[in-house]
């Protein structure tokens, strides 16, 4: 089905899962604005996608109000509606467990995957109930739904995602948005190529069910349908596209 006509916003668009996610809501026929702190690349994303349909590359930090604030006021201005959402943006951080964790850096973390992502749906549900509706989709990651050691910033973060996914889910089902997250799990992106070398990785694929690393594409998919009219009654669902790695 063909969302023409329809708004998204992503963030994080410049780089990974949030590139990807872009691509496929503007293949879906979505104008698309491409929201990241990364201006470089995301001008040359913006210049990548342009060809397939409209869209606009918009500067924005995404752990400060204001500038979410202005982001989400430049796409209403431009196409007049926000359909969809997918706050995508986020780090992985210098991690560290929970007795050594450095203050600062766990600070960091939280205000950029946690509260950017409050921040994000704040300004954007205002919008939606102005028009009547939306969805939201947030990238939680497994680590919102499991444990794992070396990282515990990152993982109450994530864990905080899939509770600000389930709370607004509660909040605005009457209003006509819906809010669901999906929980990426191992994704071939420049954040794993950056921090997981090619050895660690050959050892987390070992005692994965499916045994190797996904696709960003694979987890643009789910966030294009958990947005689109397809998933209608899908609302504060908590989605692993993991390969199997939280079944276990
Ligand atoms: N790659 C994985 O294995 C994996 C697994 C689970 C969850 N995730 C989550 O998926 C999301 C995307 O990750 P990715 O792997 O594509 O990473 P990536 O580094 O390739 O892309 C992340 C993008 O977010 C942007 N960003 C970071 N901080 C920002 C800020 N404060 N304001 C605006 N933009 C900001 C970066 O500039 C970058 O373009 C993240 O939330 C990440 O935690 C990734």
Known sequence: MSE?????????????????????FIR??????????????????EEELRPLGECMFIACDVSQDT??????????????????AFNGAGIDGEGG????????????????????????MRHQIRQML????????????TAGLVGTKGMVAYVAAKHGVVGLTKAAALEYAR???????????????????????????????EGDPIGRLGLPGEIAEAVVWLCGPE???ANGT???????FTAQ
């Open 231 to 233: 998933s209608s009654f």
């Open 238 to 244: 908590v989605m692993p596209v993991d390969g199997g």
């Open 4 to 24: 023409q006509g329809k708004v998204a916003f992503v963030t994080g668009a410049s780089s990974g899962i949030g590139r990807a996610t872009a691509q496929a």
């Open 67 to 84: 500038a979410v604030e202005a982001a989400v006021a430049q796409t209403v201005s431009k196409w007049s509606r926000m359909d969809a």
């Open 28 to 45: 879906k026929g979505y104008a698309i604005a491409m929201v990241d702190r990364d201006e470089k690349a995301g001008r040359e994303a």
């Open 175 to 205: 209003e006509n948005i819906r809010v669901n997250a999906v929980c990426p799990g191992m994704i071939n992106t420049p954040m794993w190529q950056r921090s997981i070398s090619d050895e660690m990785t050959a050892q987390l694929l």
């Open 130 to 141: 102005k028009q009547g509706g939306g969805t939201i989709v947030n990238c939680a990651s």
């Open 97 to 120: 467990m929970t007795a050594d964790h450095a203050e600062a850096e766990f600070d960091r973390i939280v205000s950029i995957n946690l509260k950017g992502v409050w921040l994000c």
